[in-house]
């Protein structure tokens, strides 16, 4: 079993429709989570941190972590096209850590 | 800031031959991180540095693979000899230390798409 599981997708999506990414670990140390974006053939960018358990809002985009199901989600409010691209969770134990676990990435597809 | 520099961005080569590839950090960001990219199993850590010094290389696959960073500026992921199986995009990102509340925000290269026939 792998530390972070990720579906795969694709995941095809209308325009504006709500979009919910999910990842699950196993590794109960994780206190750090974050949400990277990567469009195609260009490198990873941060999108959301979330510290141990809760929410984290920044516009379009929710981040949630339930530590006790582990378990971590990306909401994508009002999707637009530009939102096509692949989403990648990552986790680390934290502070002196510097060794993230990524999951393989969600491909996003959000039709005009 | 130009980011992350990674050359070269695309490498084909045949199986058995030597490959570098090359990374420009950040300047000031004291950490630097290889990672390899496939379908099959997403973004692994190879190896990363501190402030020059390697810290961790267990993600290493084989003594094929080497990594050097002779100076804060400049590193290189050398692969010799080269396999098919190495096939995959290879990333470079760094970080400064602690630049979020004890966690790193990793910022990547556009990466080296390395195919090897």
């Known amino acids: 079993q792998k530390e972070v599981e990720q579906d795969p997708g694709p995941l095809s999506v209308p325009e504006g429709a709500i979009v919910s990414l999910n990842c699950t670990y196993s590794n109960s140390a994780f206190q750090y989570f974050m949400w990277y974006r990567q469009y195609s053939r260009k490198g990873p960018e941060l999108l959301m941190y979330t510290y141990s358990s809760g929410n984290k809002e920044d516009g379009r985009f929710t981040a949630q972590v339930d530590k006790s199901s582990k378990y971590i989600s990306l909401f994508i409010r009002d999707s637009q096209p530009s939102d096509s691209a692949t989403y990648l969770c990552a986790m680390s134990a934290g502070s002196g850590t510097y060794k993230y676990i990524f999951g393989t990435g969600t491909r996003l597809k959000v039709l005009a | 800031d130009a980011g992350v520099i990674q050359s070269p961005r695309h490498e084909v080569t045949e199986m058995g031959q030597e490959v570098t590839l090359r990374c420009k950090p950040i300047s000031g960001h004291d950490y630097l991180f290889w990672y390899r990219q496939t379908m099959m199993r997403g973004l692994e850590l190879l190896i990363y540095?501190?402030?020059?010094?390697?810290?961790?290389d267990s993600g290493m696959p084989e003594d094929r693979f080497s990594a050097k960073m002779p100076n804060a500026s400049f590193s290189t992921l050398k692969i010799q000899p080269s396999e098919p199986r190495d096939s995959a995009v290879y990333f470079c990102?760094?970080?400064?230390?602690?630049?979020?509340?004890?966690?790193?925000?990793?910022?990547f290269g556009a990466g080296s798409r390395l195919t090897v026939l």
């Open positions: 990102a760094s970080s400064p230390t602690g630049s979020l509340s004890g966690a790193n925000v990793l910022t």
């Open positions: 540095f501190n402030n020059n010094v390697p810290i961790d």
